[in-house]
């Protein structure tokens, strides 16, 4: 006899039984049940017990088994208080939700910030995280700043072979991120009501943290060779600012490098107004094209720029490893609150991700990914040539991961993503981008979240979307 089979006949018996009978209704004996499925008695009563601690029915010892009462329905609880006591929503929290949202099954993202599983070094740093694991010592507190050798690493980078002057790891924290790294940032070096600068547009996680932290956001026009200096000093004067956020590289949205004929004049106007230039590094391992501009950094000797570095966008999201770097009191600050923050980054990981990048993979996951960067980036502007011409950029990014695309006068770029997704594809639209009214109706396309084979595909739904 199969026990197993015995039981489930009888449990789908009983609940029968109980679906149509009113409560303290009496239910066949463990007797009646034996002889009618042929099952033991202990089979019988395992099978009720299961019953009774599902709460259908009850046992009652020397009178038998009962359906058991309907338990009623719990209230729906009344949350609506909360709406009074948080206030209003911060500014930029439902914008940062919808770029993380994972893309729907069957669509085909061109949209996000990190790499496709693909083009990530999973196996290389699961080989690291599991070696490190096993070390006690990985384990324990370290400094609260990171890991010594791992902050000289980012200070190396962020120097690009500058002289003296430039950051040293004593200079750097280490941080769950470059998210947490900004916010820390704005929060150490501004107080509520302050002006922040930004370009225009700009990083949408820049324009939440900068407003979560009770900051005033104002623009600085950027274009294709990044943020115009006679306008970022303009800002300065007309604002106060002493903040100015700049991705000098491949910058996110729009994949724009500062040119180099423009960097001198806007250290200028950051060193002329007293400021602070918060560099945002993110892409400085996304090379496609030729080689990337050191960092401003290196050319900054008297501590004007801050300096934040990320390892999550170049290699896997669940890298949380970044640096942000600081000289003088700014950097004392800087340190003070990222200790209050979080004490200190988790040992293994930090020291995981020193072993990569320190090692022969790192090099070779770069050159692997330069190459399939490039494919997917060739691929997406291929596929814009045949179905969308008139959304084809005049200047493709050089490196990165986005791509900044205008769409037509009178276009509403909320309505073309909303359509795109009913379509089957994911895209972002452009107005969260701008810290003011954008100018024009845009989209941000993403080449680094879905495969080249994909995107002939994914450009002919978004055209689709388009000519709705």
């Known amino acids: 006899m199969n026990d197993g089979n015995a039981a489930q006949r009888v449990i789908q018996d009983l609940r029968r039984l109980v679906a149509a009978s009113a409560p303290g209704t009496r239910l066949p004996s463990v007797r009646e049940l034996t002889g009618r499925h042929h099952a033991s008695p202990v089979t019988v009563s395992g099978a009720i017990r299961v019953l009774v601690a599902q709460g259908l029915v009850e ?94 690493w980012f200070a190396r980078q962020a120097r690009d072979g500058a002289g003296g002057a430039g950051l040293r790891g004593r200079d750097m924290v280490i941080c769950p991120g470059g998210q947490a790294a900004l916010s820390s940032a704005l929060r150490a070096l501004a107080a509520p009501g302050d002006t922040v600068l930004v370009e225009s547009p700009t990083y949408l996680g820049a324009l939440a943290a900068a ?31 002493r903040i100015f956020y700049c991705q000098p590289l491949y910058a996110n949205p729009t994949g724009a490098t500062l040119a180099d004929r423009r960097r001198a004049a806007v250290l200028a106007a950051v060193r002329d107004n007293g400021a602070f230039l918060i560099e945002d590094d993110y892409a400085r391992d996304l090379v496609i094209d030729g080689t990337a501009p050191p960092p401003l950094a290196a050319d900054d000797p008297d501590g004007h720029v801050i300096y934040l570095r990320s390892l999550t966008k170049s290699a896997a999201p669940g890298l949380r490893i970044a640096a942000i770097g600081a000289r003088g009191p700014a950097g004392a600050r800087l340190r003070s609150a990222r200790l209050l923050d979080d004490f200190f980054v988790a040992g293994p990981l930090q020291q995981a991700a020193l072993e990569f990048v320190t090692g022969p993979a790192w090099g070779r996951h770069l050159r692997t990914l330069r190459l399939a960067l490039r494919d997917r980036r060739e691929a997406l502007l291929s596929a814009l040539r045949r179905h969308l011409p008139a959304l084809l950029p005049p200047v493709a990014p050089r490196g990165g991961l986005h791509l900044w695309v205008r769409l037509p006068d009178g276009a509403d770029d909320a309505d073309v993503a909303s359509a ?6 994911v895209v972002f639209p452009g107005r969260p981008w701008f810290a003011a009214e954008p100018p024009a109706p845009h989209l941000r396309l993403t080449w680094a979240a879905a495969p080249p084979d994909l995107m002939d595909e994914a450009v002919r739904r978004l055209a689709r979307a388009v000519s709705r």
């Open 420 to 425: 795109a997704a009913a379509e089957g594809v």
């Open 59 to 152: 046992a009652r010892p020397g009178r038998g088994t009962f359906v058991a009462a309907r338990a009623k329905p719990a209230p729906a609880p009344d949350l609506s208080w909360q709406t009074v006591a948080l206030g209003p929503r911060r500014s930029g929290e439902s914008e940062m939700t919808a770029l993380l949202a994972l893309p729907p099954t069957g669509a085909i993202p061109l949209s996000g910030g990190y790499l496709d599983a693909d083009l990530q070094p999973a196996a290389a740093l699961g080989v690291a995280l599991s070696r490190i694991a096993r070390q006690p010592a990985a384990w324990q507190r370290g400094p609260a700043e990171g890991r010594e050798d791992l902050r000289d």
């Open 211 to 241: 407003r979560a932290g009770g900051l005033r956001v104002a623009p600085a026009p950027a274009d294709a060779d990044g943020v115009l200096p006679d306008q970022l000093a303009a800002a300065f004067a007309r604002t106060g600012a």
